[in-house]
């Protein structure tokens, strides 16, 4: 050939090279404007997206959460609130202590809103505290509370708490401490001070739940701050609470993910810059190093974003307005983000790292990328495959939330898979090309990579499995599964709404005091009837049923009556009413027409639908509280607000005790349902407990279906699957163990660690297994092998897992609960995928090695290689 034609021949594949970097760089510049136009769409329908908060999602579809809602919709809620007042002092039992009840009592009636009313009743006043009675007797006598010593008070207390009824006393002594003397000289450092207020004008029914929550939150944070500044006694202190004060603004959740995640990104950032950083050779400037990790970096960071903000996006796809498959977002559905970053730093660390592996190794730019997607995009595939579907078994939980999750989860994972594969390369490739064409792409250092500290501590590490493979399995097994197992013994499930409020707020500081030392948690337990309510058989069960509230502990009592809300309780009120502005005449008839005797009670052919019908004449407001028709107008449902104080220990006892008095009730025919939000609570535990092992077995026989299969067809090696599986599941028993072992329980949100142990697991294995079916073809010897995985992956893989648990430790920091516990778990889960993965999973591997090039030695027609 001629000079001249070699010269042609070279022009041209010069030519052909430059035509195939321009369709590539086409191609790369497509997907990444394709990829931002979807997050600039999927960031536009985050905006859409509807949240929720409390039991919302979390509570299981049973009668009792079904009856909740039905209540919400069919009645018209009490505009009745009520406020707890804490005093604390050394004796509030004293002269001190009716000064400071008087003094509080002065505050709030000068710090309510003109639209907000006290509210009393026939049965108790508006304002009711511990020295009520001494304050009663006190007014008798003609005295003022201020010439009162506390001799006079203290003799009064004891006479009144003697005299009086045993229920009223029963109750007064709820307003005390239950460690309180009450003796013949009574003494107590605590009392409680509790106001009814009326609240239809301020907190109107029109608005909507958020609207009312907030008007109800301002009310309550008004006269909390005028008790606060309530002049005491020396030595006295006083706070206010209220289920409004307790939750607080419903917004502090996000804002507090958010500045967490916040510093959890900045924590990442410094520490990817240390598994990204690119060592300068001997000679070499330091700057290109240092544009280079910062660059891997934020292209690191601004794919996870991009992820989360699919999932948000294709989440409202999913969720109410659209397809409706999925609720709203819940406090659970805000742990998505973090198995998000998690995996998406994973994904990241290992396709960056053998990209750079094989442009050291002499590789084009292109050559390179595609080689990187072709083998680690493998173990990419399978573990975005096997963990989403892991997290799609979470469909058959019977909590909504944790079901939602399992979706979002599976969502975000195929998400940050299809960016890492797409928008990651691409770009890379883009500035890549620019580098390698100017000749200044620092392959030599990229080829350092394993000389660095994290590749040389895995790589000694795997001498345990290279070496020792079989006592170092036996040591894990016996002693890890042994502890294991004692662990999970000690976890405990439970959860309350409480979980979610912050741990530092005065409410909260109440509600343990309320909760420990006192008899008396204010709240309400609704109990639904339904079917044919208006006859004289179910009127006289009620009436029946009312009478054995009374003696049910736990439900609060006053002058020997359950305060309970119902239409016998309404129409004992009415009639009993002698100060009204128009007396109700046409009740009076309508009850001497019914028979309606002093107990209430009806004449077996009594028209009560005629009864009932008067009542919503004469007390409309009240009267829909207790009572809901049907589209025929025929009465169909009617509804008792109980005021109980159960403790979340006797939830339990409550129901059981609840059943035995609303059995006249059963009997008549209808069907009776107790509901509130402590029942729903005890529901959401038993939903837990019950489900969980099964949602953990449906995960992982998923998964080991997925890899079996998938090795089998690969490289004809099912067993590789199994044993691919087999320490994920160590991991999640190591993660529950230490739950146990460190007083963590088992809650809505840490109910996900099935997920968070599964989504680190998985990948983790997966990415060892398939970097060492590559090295054993490679290497002559098992050890070698190992070691050569340890080096790279294993490098990796300690990146990985270092990251993920410095930035989500922060979440240790959080003042909610949940979140707290959250970043414990974290840590646990990851450090121990990053164990199974580097220590128990090349132990098991290195033995299966053995075994296999003995009856397979490498060349063989027998050994089927991997796929490159």
């Not at 292209?299 to 409706?324: E, K, Q, R, S």
């Not at 069960?541 to 009374?550: D, P, R, W, Y």
């Not at 009120?573 to 001497?592: C, F, K, M, N, Q």
């Not at 008067?614 to 449902?637: H, I, K, Q, S």
């Amino acid at each position: 050939m001629t000079t001249q034609g070699r010269l042609d021949r070279a022009e041209g594949r010069t030519g052909l090279s430059r035509r195939r970097s321009r369709r590539g760089a086409a191609i790369c510049t497509t997907m990444v404007l394709t990829a931002l136009v979807l997050t600039a769409l999927f960031a536009l329908l985050s905006g859409e997206a509807q949240s929720a908060s409390g039991n919302e999602g979390l509570a299981p579809d049973n009668q009792e959460v079904l009856a909740s809602d039905t209540i919400a919709e069919q009645f018209h809620e009490s505009g009745e609130g009520v406020l707890q007042v804490l005093v604390n002092g050394d004796d509030v039992i004293s002269a001190d202590g009716l000064t400071a009840a008087d003094s509080i009592m002065d505050s709030i009636e000068a710090s309510l809103p003109a639209e907000v009313e006290l509210s009393a009743t026939a049965e108790r006043p508006a304002v009711m505290h511990w020295l009520s009675a001494v304050q009663l007797a006190l007014a008798e006598q003609g005295m003022d509370a201020s010439q009162a010593d506390d001799v006079t008070v203290n003799q009064i207390f004891s006479d009144a708490l003697e005299s009086m009824p045993a229920e009223q006393a029963d109750f007064t002594m709820t307003q005390l401490p239950s460690d309180a003397s009450l003796d013949s000289s009574p003494q107590a450092d605590s009392g409680l001070l509790l106001v009814f207020l009326q609240l239809d004008e301020a907190v109107p029914e029109h608005l909507d739940e958020a609207e009312r929550e907030e008007a109800r939150l301002a009310i309550d944070t008004r006269i909390a701050e005028a008790v606060r500044g309530t002049e005491l006694p020396e030595g006295y202190s006083a706070e206010t609470f209220s289920v409004a004060l307790l939750i607080g603004d419903p917004s502090q959740v996000a804002t507090e993910l958010v500045q967490l995640f916040g510093a959890a990104f900045l924590i990442i950032f410094v520490l990817l810059g240390f598994v990204y950083w690119v060592k300068p050779g001997v000679g070499s400037r330091i700057l290109p190093g240092i544009r280079r990790t910062i660059a891997d970096v934020l292209l690191t960071l601004l794919t996870v974003v991009m992820a989360i903000i699919w999932m948000n996006g294709i989440g409202v796809l999913l969720g109410p307005g659209y397809f409706d498959w999925i609720g709203p977002m819940n406090d659970v559905s805000m742990i998505v983000p973090v198995l998000l970053i998690a995996l998406g730093i994973d994904y990241a660390i290992h396709l960056t790292g053998r990209y750079r592996e094989e442009l050291a190794a002499g590789r084009s730019v292109g050559d390179a990328l595609v080689r990187a997607v072709r083998t680690v995009g493998v173990a990419l595939v399978l573990a975005t495959v096997t963990t989403a579907v892991g997290f799609l078994m979470g469909v058959f939980n019977p909590v909504p939330a944790l079901v939602d999750f399992g979706v979002l989860a599976a969502v975000g994972i195929v998400s940050s898979f299809v960016l890492m594969m797409t928008f990651v390369p691409a770009t890379r490739y883009l500035i890549d090309r620019r580098a390698e064409q100017r000749a200044t792409l620092p392959r030599q250092a990229f080829g350092r990579g394993g000389e660095r500290l994290l590749p040389g501590i895995m790589g000694r590490i795997a001498g345990l499995a290279a070496r020792a493979p079989v006592p170092t399995l036996l040591v894990t097994l016996v002693l890890g599964g042994s502890v294991g197992v004692w662990g999970q013994s000690q976890l405990e499930v439970r959860f309350s709404v409480t979980d979610f409020v912050q741990d530092d707020t005065p409410a909260m500081a109440v509600y343990e005091q309320l909760t420990d030392r006192f008899s008396r948690v204010d709240e309400t337990t609704d109990v639904l009837i339904t079917g044919d309510v208006a006859t004289p058989q179910v009127h006289n069960a009620l009436v029946s049923s009312l009478g054995e509230l009374s003696e049910v502990p736990r439900v609060q009592t006053f002058g020997g009556t359950a305060q309970a809300d119902s239409p016998v309780g309404l129409l004992a009120t009415l009639l009993a009413s002698a100060d009204r502005d128009s007396p109700p005449e046409a009740l009076i008839e309508a009850a001497e027409a019914a028979g309606l005797g002093e107990d209430l009670t009806v004449d077996p052919d009594a028209d009560v639908a005629g009864l009932y019908d008067t009542l919503l004449t004469v007390a409309p407001d009240e009267a829909e509280r207790v009572l809901a028709r049907n589209d025929a107008g025929n009465f169909d449902m009617t509804r008792m607000s109980i005021q109980t104080n159960v403790g979340g220990s006797d939830v339990g006892a409550l129901r059981e005790n609840l059943d035995d008095a609303l059995a006249p009730l059963v009997s008549t025919g209808v069907e009776v349902v107790a509901t509130s939000e402590r029942i729903i609570d005890d529901e959401i535990v038993t939903a837990l407990t019950e489900s969980q092992i099964t949602t953990l077995l449906l995960a992982l026989g998923a998964v080991l279906v997925l890899l079996v299969v998938t090795y089998w067809f690969r490289n004809r090696r099912p067993l590789l699957g199994v044993i691919t599986v087999l320490p994920v599941g160590l991991v999640v028993l190591w993660t529950f163990a230490t739950m146990g072992a460190t007083g963590i329980p088992l809650g809505p949100v840490t109910a996900t660690i099935t997920g968070l142990a599964i989504g680190a697991g998985v990948p983790y294995t997966i990415h060892v297994t398939n970097r060492f079916q590559e090295d054993r073809l490679r290497h002559t010897s098992t050890a070698d092998a190992i070691r050569s995985t340890m080096r790279h992956t294993g490098g990796a893989l300690a990146g990985a897992a270092i990251t993920n648990c410095a930035a989500f430790g922060i979440l240790i920091t959080s003042t909610f609960t949940p979140f707290h516990q959250l970043g414990l778990v974290t840590v646990y889960a990851v450090g121990f995928a990053l164990f199974a993965a580097t220590v128990v999973l090349p132990s098991m591997l290195a033995l299966w090695d053995r075994w296999h090039r003995r009856r397979h030695p490498i060349g063989t027609t027998a050994e089927v290689p991997v796929a490159a």
